[in-house]
């Protein structure tokens, strides 16, 4: 007996019925993205890996699926190396190029390699897949898709202010609860500065960003195998349990990080943009969490992320300032904002609080029940008719038996039947049924088009 296929772990198939609640979720985000005027854009699945690598830190560089050169693939590689097993080392002589680890690297690259067709500011968004060979996990894949919006070629805070207007427009027509939590690099730079070490600031927010994971100890213990000194951890640690309103965290900070450089720039960043915010009414709730790292490297200004007030399933939307992104790839000086929502870990969210409308899924609205190649006849030309004004319909493709025929609306949630016996053709007309109430009226193809539409 053959062995069943299967799928890689941290893959998923998605059935219609899935897919339907997926598009609800994308068709949500892709028209807030369309009304703050951003434009959509595509890559390639696949990068250089020269690209991709050294853009995520250390850690991220770890997560890149790699793909094999075609052919040969070891032609490179000598039988010495090949004896040594180093598999770092080996990487780079059998793959050049992998799959995409998230979507702002290749919008960089893609901004660099089309600067001369690009008017600055440049707003794109972007919806598709990307790869991290990480451990599944719940709420953890290693194929998923984001759902990016990015402006470059522009400083101002109102760009971040957008950012933050997007994110409560998003989760309020999805019908979620969420706190979306700001903080700023720059402050975390201040900070490092503050307790004698601002050459480990990656190490810091790496660690820092492991809070919520791993616990306040385990952060500590990070810190101190990074070569950090327990008199600079009890320092830092009430900065890390900070609490209280806005005014009240400002004023701590102000007091630890004032007198550094980057620091005051960060303090300055911050209270501008909450000066922003505070024009507005939001729906969801806005704080400021010092403890919000972000552990990409490429952040240098205001970070973002979003969790959900209602169940516990970690980070389902995060972004942030890059000031130097492009600046990999040769073009200095293009300060760039984006967000990016996790389109899988925010349908897991809909799923158990069951918010996605009753109707997503029901994408044919009538289906004509097939007595035979006489009424097949009688249907088909109304079954167009119906097509033309927007009505999804479809006609069962064999005259089976009437029970199969039920079932199989039923199974497909479609709400309407439309019969057509001797009777019905004789008087031009069909018999519309209700699927959820039973109910039945003797209509016209026109009275029919306008019960539907």
């Not at 807030?32 to 050294?54: H, I």
């Not at 770890?62 to 190396?81: A, C, H, Q, R």
């Not at 319909?393 to 497909?412: G, L, R, T, V």
Request: aromatic letters at 10%; one cysteine or more.
């Amino acid at each position: 007996m053959a062995n069943t296929p299967g799928i890689p772990k941290g893959t998923r198939d998605f059935s219609p019925e899935i897919l339907a609640k997926r598009n609800y979720i994308f068709d949500i985000i892709k028209d807030v993205f369309k009304k703050f005027a951003y434009r959509q854009l595509e890559t390639p699945a696949m990068e250089n890996l020269s690209t991709l690598t050294g853009k995520y830190g250390e850690e991220g560089d770890k997560l890149l699926f790699k793909i094999l050169n075609s052919g040969n693939f070891l032609k490179k590689v000598t039988d010495p190396e090949l004896q040594e097993r180093d598999t770092k080392k080996m990487a780079h002589l059998v793959a050049e190029k992998g799959l995409r680890y998230d979507l702002t690297v290749p919008f960089a690259r893609y901004v660099v390699q089309h600067q001369n067709e690009i008017t600055f500011p440049f707003k794109r968004f972007q919806i598709q897949p990307v790869w991290r060979a990480d451990r599944p996990q719940k709420g953890r894949y290693r194929e998923f898709y984001q759902c990016d919006a990015d402006i470059i070629g522009s400083y101002s805070l109102i760009n971040e202010l957008e950012i933050v207007q997007m994110i409560d427009e998003v989760f309020t027509k999805l019908n979620l609860e969420v706190t979306i939590k700001i903080n700023n690099r720059k402050l975390l730079a201040g900070i490092a500065e503050r307790i004698g070490y601002p050459e480990k600031l990656i190490d810091l927010t790496v660690a820092i960003d492991k809070l919520d994971k791993i616990g306040l100890e385990k952060v500590y213990e990070e810190l101190r195998l990074a070569g950090i000194s327990d008199d600079a951890i009890n320092f830092l640690e009430p900065i890390l349990n900070l609490g209280g309103s806005f005014n009240d965290q400002m004023q701590c900070i102000e007091r630890f990080i004032g007198e550094t450089e980057t620091g005051v720039t960060g303090i300055v960043e911050t209270e501008k943009l909450f000066s922003y915010l505070d024009m507005f009414k939001f729906n969801n709730n806005i704080e400021l969490d010092l403890t919000l790292a972000r552990g990409l490297t490429y952040y240098t200004g205001a970070i973002f992320e979003v969790i959900s007030d209602e169940i516990q399933i970690g980070s389902i939307c995060g972004g942030g300032r890059y000031d130097d992104l492009t600046g990999i790839f040769g073009l200095k000086g293009v300060s760039g904002v984006g967000i990016s929502f996790g389109a899988d870990r925010i349908f897991d969210v809909m799923e158990n609080l069951n918010r996605f409308p009753e109707d997503t899924t029901s994408s044919v609205k009538l289906m004509f029940v097939n007595f035979g190649q006489k009424e097949e006849k009688y249907c088909l030309p109304v079954l167009q008719k119906l097509r033309q004004n927007g009505i999804n319909s479809e006609i069962f493709p064999d005259s089976s038996k009437m029970k199969k025929q039920m079932k199989y609306a039923n199974s497909n949630k479609i709400p309407y039947v439309a019969l057509a016996g001797e009777n019905e053709m004789q008087e031009n007309k069909f018999t519309l049924k209700n699927m959820e109430t039973g109910e039945q009226q003797l209509v016209t193809a026109a009275e029919m088009i306008k019960a539907l539409t």
